[in-house]
């Protein structure tokens, strides 16, 4: 009875992943409060994790409406787009996934131990290395004016997290959803026949380690995300290709989810919202911790292979009408959707997030810099803890 319940967690992931502002964690959560217990519901959750991390790269590269773990990806897609190498693109982020997602499942015993046995520090040090994101966010800004507007942006973010502080998925979509997808739609799309080869660099391999030790780190930090991952790597890192940064972000985010779920057993530890929900849901034994990375591994197949067909399909029936209809019509979703699940008080941190998300793409500042909304939370919540 797994494989059913494989094939419904992907399709599930397929369509969340399409869907700009949709996150398997909203699915999550309704899931959290449904009568389904055991395995059968923990393959379904960890299928679509695994596919969403795959299919959610789509509208962040033909339409410029990223999800809360791809909106870095925008500015290197959107330069390949413009050359004519969409499919490409997504071919990068497939692979870095599906890299991460195999090399994580020889390594999840030897994860899973490492974080069994140094819980105590990783709790120690997670204000020390949030804390260092946070300077990482401001002092990247190589100009005085952005380092400024930077250090506004970090504060403003964290004042908004505070303030809203059980209000994630309004903030998030404000800030990266409808911010991004507002400022798309001010840009005159340039045409670029759309070549329908993908050609792998050597740097790939590198890049998806890389993207794989970045993944490992978002899994067991709360507060830091995938694009928070790939922000804080790149400042250290030689500047990869437009294609190598691709690459670095589909392996963080797929292998993001592939450890969260290690990083659950060995601390009984949610560092997600679909983790947090598996917690109460699942048997913690052996045999699901193996069955759990069998299925995210096929998972990975199906999110990889159905993500390049359906970016074929894209690059055949988008045009630029079509592509401005899609983008007004994901803005109104994202606003119904946090009218559904969060109501009055979400709509009104979704306004302000936009708002600061605007403000941030306008003063060419990082997007990563307002995920201090959810470190600077979490920075408190550990430090309390620790005195």
Known sequence: MILPWLLLGSIAGIIAGLIPGLHSNNVAVLLAVSPFFGEEITIFMLGMCITQSFTEFIPSIFLGAPSENTFESILPAHK??????????????????????????ALTPFFFSFIEQNSQEIITTTPFILGFALLVFIFSEKDLKKLIWAAFIVIAAASQGMLFSNQVFPLITGYFGIAGTLHSLKERPVKARQEENAEVGSETIGSAIVGLIGGALVSVMPGIGSNTAAGIINVFKKTPSAKGYLTMLGSINASNFFFSFATLFALSKARNGTMLALKDKMFFTPEMLLI??????TAAGIGGLCTILLSKKAMGILDEQKTKKLSIASIVLMIILVGLFCGTIGLIAMIFATALGLLTITKGIRRSTCMSALIVPAMLFYIFILT
């Open 292 to 297: 759990g990375t069998l299925a995210m591994v």
């Open 80 to 105: 390949m787009l413009l050359e004519g190498k969409a499919l490409e693109a997504v071919c990068a982020t497939v692979l870095g996934g599906i890299i991460a997602v195999l090399i994580g499942s």
